[in-house]
């Protein structure tokens, strides 16, 4: 299975629908890619807190959902289209993650659990999603959780026991934490024998540089490809793991740009197989 991540740059001085335009152009661009993912919050900015009731939408047909549902059939993938402020029938906002199949149907919805600010930010201006999702393919099965969720492990737990094979954590990074991102991406990988597909943003949006270095990582927690970082003087050489493509520059530290690498889902299971330290769990 071939997997893109797109670093999407998440700028204030660019509009909503231009942003929504450009990932429509980017995931149509991925059609060798049998699945494509963005990130948290993309269309708005997971730090731009005081647009979020503006930029609220319907999960199920608001703008991103049929733009980007209509992008997965033309190119043929599975497509997470990241996550957007979804506005519920009794006004709550939510964080959501949309996953669209190649028929552009929207297969899979998830609300947040973990909600990032304590008592500021999107814990205060959001509700809290309450089960965890996972997607089946037909090829593997996907699990979904969203930034802050990284942090606790017991997700990622739950979505393995129930079938998962590749988790996925669409993000909003903020760049001075970027070693814990690094990190908690390889943790979750090792300790679940999973793929995970970390997808972060570039720019920077409500003051907070994005820190990208967006990540496919195997089930030994070997970082198969990685978004390159900016050098020092705002520039870099383009190379971005396997099939690599720089689109906009994003400031903060990370540029937008596609993340590919192979997923051997067959290794997985000798994997799980051949080192069963899932099957060996005591405490549930």
Request: hydrophobic content about 45%; aromatic content about 6%; proline content about 4%.
């Amino acid at each position: 299975m071939r997997a893109s991540l797109l670093q999407i740059a998440v700028n204030p001085d660019e509009s909503v629908n231009s942003r929504r335009l450009r990932a429509v152009s980017l995931v149509e661009e991925q059609s060798e890619s049998d699945l494509v993912v963005l990130p948290e919050l993309w269309p708005v900015g997971a730090f731009a807190f005081d647009r979020f009731d503006e930029a609220a939408e319907s999960a199920a047909d608001g703008p991103t959902a049929e733009l980007l549902g209509a992008a997965a059939e033309r190119a043929g993938v599975w497509l997470h289209a990241g996550s957007v402020v979804e506005r519920d029938a009794d006004g709550t906002l939510y964080n959501t993650s949309l996953v669209f199949s190649p028929a552009g149907e929207l297969v899979g919805r998830y609300r947040k659990i973990h909600r990032f600010g304590f008592d500021r930010g999107e814990a205060a201006l959001m509700g809290a999603g309450a089960e965890p999702v996972t997607v089946d393919t037909g090829r593997a099965v996907l699990g979904l959780a969203t930034c802050y969720d990284l942090r606790f492990p017991e997700l990622f737990r739950s979505l393995t026991d129930a079938g998962a094979q590749i988790l996925i954590v669409p993000a909003g990074w903020p760049a001075k934490r970027a070693a814990h991102w690094e990190l908690l991406l390889r943790a979750r990988a090792v300790e679940n024998q999973a793929y995970v597909l970390g997808c972060g943003t570039a720019g920077s949006n409500g003051g907070a540089p994005q820190a990208g270095r967006s990540a496919i990582v195997d089930p030994w927690g070997e970082t198969l490809a990685v978004a390159e970082e900016l050098d020092g003087d705002g520039s870099g050489d383009g190379s971005v793991g396997d099939g690599g493509r720089v689109g906009e520059g994003g400031g903060g530290g990370a540029r937008e740009q596609v993340v590919t690498a192979e997923l051997d889902l067959a290794a997985l299971a000798r994997t799980r197989e051949e080192f069963p330290a899932l099957k060996d769990r005591v405490l549930r």
